[in-house]
Each structure stands twice: as structure tokens, then as C-alpha cells.
């Protein structure tokens, strides 16, 4: 591991949070690394500043909840207050015009009144006559 790994993990180290193996290998990498020992000695020195001022503070039960919240609130949306949102009214109003549309375009593409017969394909009684043909002589349909 390089010292930026190890620097990840000293504030775990001085809260005593590190499993016990990884806390032996940064207590060997710190035998050697006066970079990393100077970090864990600037930190050790906020920390005890910070547990000192802190049982000066009263704060209240729900404290950390609100904090997280507003915290929450400002990386999120950039305001402390919600945004609010505009999407559920914009979907309720296409649906509402594409329903509109589709009674439009029902109610103008169908024909008015009743619907109008069937055409019945046009039945020629009379064959045409071909000049210089021979004509057959007609016969009798009810003579077979």
C-alpha cells in the first residue's frame, strides 16, 4: 500500500475502529514513515480538541437527524428547502391533451350519419360485339 492509502485510514486508527490486522500493518508502516506519523499526530491533536469542546455542548436529541437532513438538502438540491416538483402536473397534462387528440382525430375521421351501402360490382347482360366475329346462337337456359 502507498501512504495515501494508509492516510485514508488513520482516523479509524485513532477511533480504534481498524480490524486488528490492518491495524498492525499501519503500526509497522508508521515505525517507518514520518509522513504518516506527523498526520496521525496532527489528527490525534484535533481529535482531543474535539472531545474536549464537545462535553462543553449541550445539543439535543434529534440534533445529528436535523443535520443530516439540512445536510442532506444542501448536496442534493443546492437549497435548504425541497424543490419543489413540476413533473407529476406536466405528465397529468400530456395525457390529458394526448386523450384530447385522440377524441379529435376520432370524431373527424369517421363519415357522418349512416354508413353508406356497399357497391355492388356492375354484371354486363350483354357481351360485347366484336365486328367480323361470328355471333353463337343463343341458347335457351332453361332448355338444359
Same mark, same amino acid.
Not at 498526520?39 to 474535539?50: M, P, Q
Not at 434529534?62 to 424543490?83: L, S
Not at 413540476?86 to 349512416?114: C, D, E, N, Q, S
Not at 367480323?132 to 343463343?138: E, I, R, W
Given at each position: 500500500?502507498?501512504?495515501? !492509502?494508509?492516510e ?9 475502529? !481498524?480490524?486488528?490486522?490492518?491495524? $498492525?500493518?499501519? #503500526? ?23 472531545r ?6 449541550q445539543?439535543s436529541?434529534?440534533? #445529528? ?7 442532506g ?17 406536466l405528465?397529468? =397534462?400530456a395525457l390529458? =391533451? !394526448? $386523450? ?18 356497399e ?5 354486363? $347482360?350483354?357481351?360485347?360485339v ?5 355471333v353463337?346462337?343463343?341458347? #335457351?337456359?332453361e $332448355?338444359?
Amino acid at each position: 500500500m502507498t501512504c495515501r !492509502l494508509y492516510e485514508e485510514q488513520l482516523s479509524s486508527y485513532l477511533d480504534g475502529e !481498524l480490524p486488528a490486522r490492518r491495524a $498492525a500493518r499501519l #503500526d509497522a508502516h508508521l515505525k517507518t514513515c514520518p509522513h504518516c506519523r506527523a498526520e496521525l499526530t496532527a489528527l490525534g491533536g484535533i481529535a482531543g480538541r474535539l472531545r474536549a469542546v464537545s462535553s462543553q455542548v449541550q445539543v439535543s436529541h434529534d440534533f #445529528d437527524r436535523r443535520v443530516i437532513r439540512a445536510v442532506g438538502y444542501w448536496h442534493v438540491t443546492g437549497w435548504q428547502k425541497p424543490v419543489r416538483s413540476y413533473l407529476k402536473p406536466l405528465v397529468i =397534462l400530456a395525457l390529458f =391533451l !394526448l $386523450a384530447m387528440m385522440g377524441a379529435v382525430w376520432h370524431f373527424f375521421t369517421r363519415p357522418l350519419g349512416p354508413p353508406l351501402p356497399e357497391p355492388q360490382p356492375a354484371i354486363s $347482360a350483354v357481351a360485347p360485339v366484336v365486328p367480323g366475329a361470328s355471333v353463337p346462337p343463343m341458347q #335457351d337456359p332453361e $332448355a338444359r
